[in-house]
T-cell receptor, first 114, second 113 residues
Framework: DSGVTQTPKHLITATGQRVTLRCSPRSGDLSVYWYQQSLDQGLQFLIQYYNGEERAKGNILERFSAQQFPDLHSELNLSSLELGDSALYFC?????????????FGNGTRLTVT | AQKVTQAQTEISVVEKEDVTLDCVYETRDTTYYLFWYKQPPSGELVFLIRRNSFDEQNEISGRYSWNFQKSTSSFNFTITASQVVDSAVYFCALGTSYDKVIFGPGTSLSVIP
C-alpha cells in the first residue's frame, strides 16, 4: 500500500459531462502529481503541485484543471468530456516534489466516457 | 528536450530465464535522476529504484540488477531467474531540473510458467 488514496476507483459518464477525481497524498508528502495513462499514449504527465502551488505543467488540456488544497489533497477536474478522455488517471505524491524524489502512486481512477 | 525510450514493447520469457529491459534517455541536464517502476496486472505503479546521474555504480537487489551507462545514455534493468510474479509492465522514468518526471512507454513482460 503506497499510502496514496484515489477516489473513485471507477467512473462512467457521458460525453459533455464534468467529473472530479480526488487524491489524498501519502502522509507527510507535500507534492502531488497527476498522470493520464491511455493505451495509445502511455503515461502522460498532466500537472504537479507542491504545498498548494502549481509547480509544473505537462500536456494538460484546457478542459482539465486541478488544484491542491491546504490539507494537501488534490482534485482533478475534467470538463466537456470526450470519448478520447477515457483513460486511467493516476495521482502520485512525493515528499519534496523535486526530480530526485520517488513517486508513490495511488491505484488510479478508471474513467470511461460513453 | 527530455525523452525516455523503451524500444521493447513486449517481451515473453519462460520462467527461470534471465531478461533485460532496455531504457535509453535523452536530456541536456548534467544532473538528472533515473527510475524504474513496475505496474503489475493489478494496476498500481510501484517504485523500484532511483539512480543519480553522478553515480554510475551498478546496483543489485536480489534477482534485480540495474546497469547505468552515461556513455550510451542507458539504464537497463535485468531480472535474473525470472518468476511468474515478475509479469508486469515496467516503466523507466527520467527526472530533471524541469521539475517533472517523464516516463517511457513501458515494456510489458510476460513470464510463462
Amino acid at each position: 500500500d503506497s499510502g496514496v488514496t484515489q477516489t473513485p476507483k471507477h467512473l462512467i459518464t457521458a460525453t459533455g459531462q464534468r467529473v472530479t477525481l480526488r487524491c489524498s497524498p501519502r502522509s507527510g508528502d507535500l507534492s502531488v502529481y497527476w498522470y493520464q495513462q491511455s493505451l495509445d499514449q502511455g503515461l502522460q504527465f498532466l500537472i504537479q503541485y507542491y504545498n498548494g502551488e502549481e509547480r509544473a505543467k505537462g500536456n494538460i488540456l484546457e478542459r482539465f484543471s486541478a488544484q491542491q488544497f491546504p490539507d494537501l489533497h488534490s482534485e482533478l477536474n475534467l470538463s466537456s468530456l470526450e470519448l478520447g478522455d477515457s483513460a486511467l488517471y493516476f495521482c502520485a505524491s512525493s515528499a519534496t516534489g523535486t526530480p530526485n524524489s520517488p513517486l508513490h502512486f495511488g491505484n488510479g481512477t478508471r474513467l470511461t466516457v460513453t | 528536450a527530455q525523452k525516455v525510450t523503451q524500444a521493447q514493447t513486449e517481451i515473453s520469457v519462460v520462467e527461470k530465464e534471465d531478461v533485460t529491459l532496455d531504457c535509453v534517455y535523452e536530456t541536456r541536464d548534467t544532473t538528472y535522476y533515473l527510475f524504474w517502476y513496475k505496474q503489475p496486472p493489478s494496476g498500481e505503479l510501484v517504485f523500484l529504484i532511483r539512480r543519480n546521474s553522478f553515480d554510475e555504480q551498478n546496483e543489485i537487489s536480489g534477482r534485480y540488477s540495474w546497469n547505468f551507462q552515461k556513455s550510451t545514455s542507458s539504464f537497463n534493468f535485468t531480472i535474473t531467474a525470472s518468476q511468474v510474479v515478475d509479469s508486469a509492465v515496467y516503466f523507466c522514468a527520467l527526472g530533471t531540473s524541469y521539475d517533472k518526471v517523464i516516463f517511457g512507454p513501458g515494456t510489458s513482460l510476460s513470464v510463462i510458467p
